[in-house]
């Protein structure tokens, strides 16, 4: 089946070290984003990319960096993790075309700041 | 800049009940609207989407630019409808979505 795949599903690192999580998709879409979401919060996007094309949100700290290296990884890397990045992250992917704006999402990756 | 409002974060109801999950948003603009739900343990996932109009799982929500509302209703719940429900807003300005979520609602079928 078509899907989104992320790894690890649940990532503990420590305070300051930094972390990388990882997303895959075999649905060959356009546009891939990143969400944080804390607990009984709802998802947050923090930056997608269109194709190559990288999009920050304006209010994503600078402790957090994308890389999409092909159409089917992206990457969420956290420079200096800290106690309030504990948090679930979500990746999803959309097709790019007006439309078609359903967006699918991967089960998550749960971070632990230690 | 526009929000989504979900009043309730939780709802619980017998099975059998009409179950109505309210959602406000506020928007300048035309938007598009979706109600994605999250079961226990699975991913994230569109339940519907206004603009096809269509009833999903015996879900249906109708566009009231009027009072901005997109509630999502069902005549007759069911067990399994117990999850999380999260109403979203496409704010559009590009020919892709990108979301702003609702705090969510903790929809409960009690048998």
């Known amino acids: 089946d078509a899907m989104v795949i992320q790894n690890p599903r649940y990532q503990v690192t420590q305070f300051g070290k930094p972390v990388t999580l990882s997303c895959s998709q075999t649905l060959n879409h356009n546009v891939m984003y990143w969400y944080q979401q804390k607990s009984s919060q709802a998802p947050k996007l923090l930056f997608h990319y269109y194709d190559k094309d990288f999009n920050n949100e304006a209010d994503t700290p600078d402790n957090f960096q994308s890389r999409r290296p092909n159409t089917s990884f992206c990457f969420l890397d956290i420079r200096s993790p800290g106690l309030g990045d504990a948090a679930m992250y979500l990746c999803a992917t959309s097709r790019g075309e007006s439309g078609y704006n359903e967006q699918f999402f991967g089960p998550g990756t749960r971070l632990t700041v230690l | ?111």
């Open chain 2, 1 to 111: 800049a526009q929000r989504v409002t979900q009043p309730e974060k939780l709802l619980s109801v017998f099975k059998g009940a009409p179950v109505e999950l309210k959602c406000n948003y506020s928007y300048s603009g035309s938007p598009e609207l979706f109600w994605y739900v999250q079961y226990s343990r699975q991913r994230l996932q569109l339940l519907l989407r206004h603009i096809s109009r269509e009833s999903i799982k015996g879900f249906t929500a109708d566009l009231n630019k009027g009072e901005t509302s997109f509630h999502l209703k069902k005549p007759f719940a069911q067990e399994e409808d117990s999850a999380m429900y999260y109403c979203a807003l496409n704010a559009g300005g590009t020919s892709y979505g990108k979301l702003t979520f609702g705090q969510g609602t903790i929809l409960t079928v009690h048998p």
